[in-house]
Nanobody, 127 residues
């Protein structure tokens, strides 16, 4: 029932910024925990950031702390990931995921915690 559509990916140079947006439909955003994951070729999918239902508590992967910010937009029913100071290591397909109810930070990093997924958007950071 929950539908997620990512957008905003693209090709940028190191040090530049990019904002990804996950459009959410089929469920009240306030009741959803929404997370961003990424997967680079040959690597496992990893949790990048998460915003918990109701409270809006956030989690960030250590390597993106201070550079990325996740936020909700209740009006547009979307969750965005603003990515600053991008590095080549950030290159990956980025996915948004969601599930009803709250999750503690440690659970937000696990793909198995989520049932709804978007199709992904490519982010490439290269000179």
């Amino acid at each position: 029932q929950v539908q997620l559509v990512e957008s905003g990916g693209g090709l940028v140079q190191p040090g530049e910024s990019l904002t990804l947006t996950c459009a959410v439909s089929g469920f009240s955003l306030n009741y959803l925990t929404v997370a961003w994951f990424r997967q680079a070729p040959g690597k496992e999918r990893e949790g990048v950031s998460c915003t918990s239902a109701s409270s809006g508590d956030t989690y960030y992967l250590d390597s993106v702390k201070g550079r990325f910010a996740i936020y909700r937009d209740d009006f547009s029913k979307s969750v965005s990931l603003k990515m600053n100071s991008l590095e080549p290591e950030d290159s990956a397909v980025y996915y948004c995921a969601a599930r009803p109810g709250s999750l503690p930070p440690n659970m937000c990093t696990l793909t198995d915690s989520f049932r709804s997924w978007g199709q992904g958007t490519q982010v490439t950071v290269s000179p």
